[in-house]
């Protein structure tokens, strides 16, 4: 699709729920696409590698997009996670969490969609999965789920877990300007280059998030 033509999809609702629904029925972009967003510049940078063969906790969240209410605009939905938790505290997240014994890992990011930001699951469409990463730091092997509400849903942060609730353009993300670099000290102290996307002043939307969603821009 030319650069003209993924703006325009990237700002219909519609057309973006055609779009993601033959595309994700193909081969996906995968860990190539992935990988451009991954911090560091290591041989496999984290997140990158294949969640096959890790002894790693199974996980499932939801990329859930709907239509802004006058303009149609596709919204993505993502959470700014409370400070105090044990895992990936204060970043940029998309509601998700650890799968249970008895459910599928696409019952486990609508459950988890439910439990954080309140989002009934009979108004969720599930598109289809993108590619699985795994995260070293948490040793989570992360399963994202696209799926579409029409109309806006109604959601609520839980508070214990939840900061805010970012409701994001799609077309935003798409845009030249939101995609920066920045060196970072991480976790041991390393001093890593990390890319992220800045977008109207809000928190920065990197690492695993991040990665999800280069693959998910890379549909247009």
């Known amino acids: 699709m030319s ?3 993924a703006s325009e999809t990237a700002n219909d609702f519609a057309a973006t729920v055609r779009r993601l629904r033959r595309r994700l029925a193909e081969e996906l972009p995968g860990r190539a696409a992935q990988a451009r967003l991954a911090p560091g510049s290591r041989a496999t940078p984290p997140g990158a590698a294949s969640p ?22 596709p919204m993505l939905v993502l959470t700014e996670r409370r400070a ?36 009934a699951r009979e108004t969720v469409e599930v598109l289809g999965p993108l590619t699985p990463l795994y995260i070293p730091p948490s040793n989570y092997c992360v399963h994202p789920f696209v799926g579409v509400a029409e109309p806006a849903p109604s959601l609520t942060p839980a508070d214990a877990e939840v900061a805010a609730l970012l409701h994001v353009p799609l077309a935003d993300l798409r845009a ?18 990390v890319p992220f996307y800045d977008v109207d002043g809000r928190p920065p939307i990197w690492g695993a998030t991040s990665m999800i969603l280069a693959e998910l821009l890379a549909l247009f």
């Open 52 to 73: 096959e063969g890790n002894d790693c906790r199974e996980a499932g969240v939801l990329v859930l997009l709907y239509p802004q209410q006058q303009s149609r605009r």
């Open 3 to 5: 650069a003209a033509g």
């Open 176 to 193: 030249p300007e939101a995609l920066t670099r920045e060196r970072w000290t991480l976790s041991g102290g390393r001093s890593v280059e």
């Open 84 to 119: 105090h938790l044990d895992d990936h505290a204060g970043q940029v997240s998309f509601p998700g969490g650890q799968r249970e014994a008895s459910e599928s890992l696409q019952q486990t990011a609508l459950r988890e969609a439910h439990e954080e930001i309140a989002l």
